[in-house]
């Protein structure tokens, strides 16, 4: 069994559609939620899917050793970033060393680090005039956005795109791929 944990901080539609496209899976199991965010609409998604779900403060998160212990007693494997927007503690990362992936709504290396996330990163891209976007799944180290690229899909974009139509492709993409990346990533493991 390979048991993992999301770490969401928002209102956690991609935590969602993790939890369906496992929902009953031979030897996948989403056994934690973990936010940030003491209201974030991923804890109702953690409700839904019966998943133990966990509020870690800012104290928590700058002492992770607490966490680290919570993730481990409960035999963690792989650590998925779906919406979450901390930098992961460094002992996070060398314990989950290529075990934690995130997934970033933008063709990496481009939007990429500290800020760019959901409608910063729609808006950039609008107002580059980009002609095609996408989404990027990597591995996370210590800085946003910089670690290994795993995958990424594209889609094309055009004049009149504008930012919350280019926010609407992006969830699509993701909605379709993130699952599929984050199974074949554990399968193949």
């Known amino acids: ?7 969401a901080s928002g209102k956690g539609s991609n935590a969602d559609n993790i939890c369906r496209y496992f929902s009953g899976h031979p ?3 989403i056994r934690l939620m973990v936010s940030d965010r003491k209201e974030a609409g991923v804890f109702n998604v953690a409700k839904k899917h019966v998943v133990e779900a966990l509020y870690i403060d800012k104290e928590g998160w700058q002492h992770p050793q607490e966490l680290l212990t919570e993730i481990q007693k409960r035999n963690i494997d792989f650590i998925v970033l779906a919406g979450f927007l901390k930098l992961v503690p460094p ?3 060398h314990a989950f060393e290529k075990k934690i992936i995130n997934i970033h709504p933008a063709l990496l290396p481009k939007y990429g680090g500290k800020g760019m996330y959901g409608m910063h990163v729609h ?3 609008h107002q580059a005039k980009e002609k095609e976007t996408g989404i990027s799944v990597h591995y996370v180290d210590e800085h946003y956005d910089e670690g290994d690229l795993i995958f990424q899909a594209k889609t094309p974009l055009y004049p009149d795109d504008s930012p919350q139509n280019i926010a609407t492709l992006i969830h699509q993409l993701e909605m379709k791929h993130f699952p599929k990346v984050i199974e074949e990533l554990l399968l193949s493991d």
């Open 1 to 7: 069994m390979k048991n993992i944990a999301i770490f």
């Open 27 to 29: 030897i996948i199991k």
């Open 91 to 93: 002992s996070i990362i």
């Open 123 to 125: 808006e950039a891209v």
